[in-house]
């Protein structure tokens, strides 16, 4: 039977670099079906945690469960289950957007590969750019064809480090109705970003990150944004 989970839960994670501590003793949970939203300021440890969660770092101590097994345990099919997009958008400027959909696709094993690119084409809207060159698209156009390079292999857990920065209004679009299709077919996301009006209405539930701390904004009447700088204010990230 494939390896397959429907819960991520973080406990008790920290991450030191050398005498500076990145997380401090962070403890949450993602459950499939759902957008997680990470809010913080720079160097808050979002992108630590993101790093962490994709196995591509380990905690200093604490641990990550994937369906209640660590990666430790569970070997190489969990990086299978597992995409990411982050600040570095892995695309091959000299490649048009087809043939870097065709490497990726290759390196994840992807079956009915030729059939996958022309839907992730779509999702993206590039259908019609497919034979041009990463290196002319513009970063929001690169920004569309490396989600969906992230997304070919269909991962259980999607990983997104400010993904609307240098968006248009058409492409932000594009991205709120991309992860609410994610969700909706039982995807875990989790999402650091600044853009509070972005992701007002499609996060689930929002953590609060401030010097490595984390805390659960919970739901209220508030906004988002007003919450966060509540959080923030009373010191309790």
Known sequence: MAFDFELVTAENVSRNFGRRRALTRVTLECRAGEIVGLFGPNGAGKSTLLGILSTL???????????????????????????????DLFLYADLTARENLQFFGRLYGVSNLEACISQALAHARLEARAGDRASVFSRGLRQRLALERALLHQPRLVLLDEPFTGLDDESTTLLIERLKTLRAQGAIVVMATHDFDSAEGIVDRAWCLVNGRATDLGPGPSSLRERYRIATREGRA
């Open 57 to 87: 770092s380990r905690p200093s101590s604490g641990e990550v469960r994937y369906g209640g097994r660590t990666a430790g345990e569970i070997g190489e099919a969990l990086r299978g289950k597992i995409g990411v997009l982050g600040h």
